[in-house]
């Protein structure tokens, strides 16, 4: 049975959103995917009308690729190839989603165990279509607004019970417009998403002092960490997880859609924390002095 485009449970409008209007674009996009593409731009050519005319629409044509109830004009243009292209910020679209308590960012590379029945099926079919999925940050057990969508790389290891381990690349951010819970013939959930504009240009002569700090950082914690390029080329997701950010800061990041905006939360960052590590080394040295013979010179006084 196709999903209501009102009152079902198995949807809800995240804030910013309508309800009514992501729910029609999810039965066109389901209308997609079942032509071939799930990555599918999505226009509205008019308002949404009331709830019953857009009812009455589902009802006649639960899957159209066009419907017309009164004020109502939605049309879907569905990308050609199976494999889905790079999304633009002008791009609303359904994908399956695959929440998780970590932030990802585009152009990293992350490993995953998939294990879950409904994870097993959503990366077959990523595996089998090439198609991406999204995943969203879950903060305190909620799901965040933004998340990053990935494609797989690659299949590293494929097990007897269906367990697979893969590799991820991150592509673009996405902001999710409605959670969708009950996707047909689907254990996975999904969510009509967009894309905001991401300005993701080298900015060398900020990012320089903050590369610089973060060396500073990793050799008072005796920690060794490569960086991925030279520190002229180098963005801001190249180096934000290498800064001991918790998760709720790392998300932050993510939702910073300009280049010198993430640069200068990572400079508040090591502001803050390089101080305080140098501190502790200095303390710790002090400790070390306690009980070891020490030379010392005398003080005079009046």
């Known amino acids: 049975m196709p999903p209501a485009f009102f009152g079902a449970p198995g949807s809800r409008a995240l804030p910013g959103g309508s309800t009514g209007c992501y729910r029609l674009r999810f039965a066109t996009a389901l209308a997609a995917q079942r ?5 599918a731009p999505l226009h509205i050519r008019r308002p949404l009308a009331s709830s019953t005319a857009i009812s009455s629409a589902h009802q006649a044509a639960p899957y159209p690729t066009q419907l017309q109830a009164g004020f109502l004009r939605l049309q879907y243009i569905a990308a050609g190839s199976r494999r889905a292209s790079f999304p633009s910020h002008r791009m609303t679209n359904f994908i399956p989603i695959f929440p998780l308590g ?4 585009p152009g990293e590379t992350l490993n995953l165990h998939i294990f879950e029945p409904r994870y097993r099926q959503l990366i077959s079919e990523c595996l089998a279509t090439g198609k991406p999925f999204g995943i969203p940050t879950v903060l305190d057990g909620r799901l965040g ?6 494609r797989v790389a690659a299949l590293k290891q494929q097990y007897e ?4 381990d893969i590799s991820t690349e991150g592509l673009a951010v996405f902001r999710i417009l409605e959670v969708i819970r009950d996707v047909p013939d689907k254990l996975y959930d999904g969510a009509i998403v967009s894309y905001p504009p991401n300005e993701q240009q080298p900015l060398p002569d900020r990012i320089g002092p903050i590369a610089a700090a973060l060396r500073e950082l990793h050799r008072l914690l005796q920690v060794s960490k490569p960086f991925p ?10 180096l934000a997880h290498l800064a001991g950010m918790n998760l709720e800061e790392e998300y932050e990041i993510l939702q910073l859609l300009q280049e010198d905006q ?5 400079k508040r960052h090591l502001q803050k924390v390089v101080p305080v590590v140098r501190e502790m080394e200095a303390l710790k040295e002090k400790i070390k002095l306690n009980g070891h013979f020490r030379e010392l010179k005398s003080l005079g006084f009046e």
């Not at 607004?145 to 990935?150: A, D």
């Not at 019970?161 to 697979?164: A, L, N, P, R, V």
């Not at 390029?229 to 190249?238: C, G, I, K, M, P």
Request: without cysteine.
């Open 35 to 39: 032509a071939g593409s799930y990555l």
């Open 102 to 105: 970590i932030v990802v960012y």
């Open 145 to 150: 607004e933004y998340g990053t969508l990935v």
């Open 161 to 164: 019970d269906g367990k697979m």
């Open 229 to 238: 390029a030279a520190d002229t080329e180098l963005l801001s997701y190249q």
């Open 262 to 266: 993430r640069i200068e939360r990572l």
